[in-house]
C-alpha cells in the first residue's frame, strides 16, 4: 500500500538484525530479517520501478587478510550475521537498479527509545564511575552515521557496491579510552578485557574505500 500511494524513485534498506549473537542464537529469525525480507523489498521495487540501496557491513568478510578488502574481494563470513548480509547482496545485486553500501560499525546520536550505541554505552558508564572491560583485539572502523548519510545522498545515481569506511581502526578498549578523553571522564575506568573471545567475529577487516 506505501508503494501505491507514494511511488517512491529509492528505497533504502536500513532494516536488518545486526547482533552476530542474535543471528546465531535464532537463524531462522535472522534469515527471514536479513535475507527474505530483502528478496521482497527488491521484487516490489521491481514491480514499482524504484531503486533499492541496500545496507550491508564489513562482516560479509572473515577479517583474515592483512590488505584492504575491494569491492570485488571474495565474501567469506565467519558468522552467520556476516552469512545473512552475504545471501541479502546475492539478491540485491540480482535487481538491476541497485546500489550495496557496506558499512563497519556506525555511531551516532540515537533517541532515548532507541538503541543503545557503544559511545553512550560508554560514557553513561564512565558519567556514573563504572569500570569498563573491553576486548582490545578486534580492529573495527567506526563511521558517524551523519557521514554516512551525507554520502549515501551523494552516491544516488550509483550502482553496483561501494565502500564506506573510515581510515582510523580502533579496538572497543582504544575507542573507548578516545571517548573518555575527549569527554572530560577518567580514562583510567577503562580496561582491556582479558577473556574476549573473536571466535566468531572478523579481527581486522578494513574496507578499501570507494573513490568518487
Known amino acids: 500500500?506505501?508503494?501505491?500511494?507514494?511511488?517512491?524513485?529509492?528505497?533504502?534498506?536500513?532494516?536488518?538484525?545486526?547482533?552476530?549473537?542474535?543471528?546465531?542464537?535464532?537463524?531462522?529469525?535472522?534469515?527471514?530479517g536479513n535475507v527474505e525480507a530483502v528478496k521482497a523489498l527488491c521484487e516490489i521495487c521491481h514491480k514499482y520501478g524504484c531503486k533499492v540501496i541496500h545496507i550491508s557491513t564489513d562482516y560479509v568478510f572473515d577479517g583474515t587478510e592483512v590488505k584492504e578488502y575491494d569491492i570485488n574481494a571474495q565474501t567469506n563470513p565467519i558468522n552467520y550475521y556476516?552469512?545473512?548480509?552475504?545471501?541479502?547482496?546475492?539478491?540485491?545485486?540480482?535487481?538491476?537498479d541497485n546500489l550495496i553500501v557496506r558499512i563497519p560499525i556506525i555511531y551516532g546520536y540515537n533517541g532515548l527509545e532507541d538503541k543503545e550505541t557503544f559511545p553512550k554505552k560508554v560514557l553513561n558508564a564512565l558519567c556514573d564511575h563504572v569500570t569498563l572491560y573491553l576486548d582490545n583485539k578486534q580492529i573495527r572502523y567506526p563511521v558517524l552515521i551523519d557521514e554516512i548519510a551525507i554520502m549515501i545522498s551523494d552516491a544516488l545515481a550509483e550502482r553496483g557496491i561501494i565502500h564506506i569506511s573510515s581510515d582510523r581502526g580502533v579496538t572497543k578498549?582504544?575507542?573507548a579510552k578516545v571517548l573518555a578523553r575527549e569527554f572530560g571522564y577518567n580514562d583510567k575506568l577503562i580496561k582491556e578485557d582479558p577473556d574476549s573471545n573473536l571466535a566468531n567475529r572478523p579481527p581486522h577487516t578494513k574496507l578499501k574505500l570507494t573513490q568518487g
Open 1 to 32: 500500500a506505501f508503494f501505491e500511494l507514494n511511488r517512491p524513485q529509492v528505497v533504502i534498506n536500513c532494516a536488518g538484525i545486526a547482533s552476530p549473537e542474535v543471528c546465531d542464537h535464532d537463524r531462522e529469525t535472522a534469515h527471514r
Open 173 to 175: 578498549y582504544t575507542w
Open 82 to 96: 556476516g552469512y545473512t548480509k552475504a545471501e541479502a547482496e546475492k539478491g540485491v545485486a540480482a535487481y538491476s
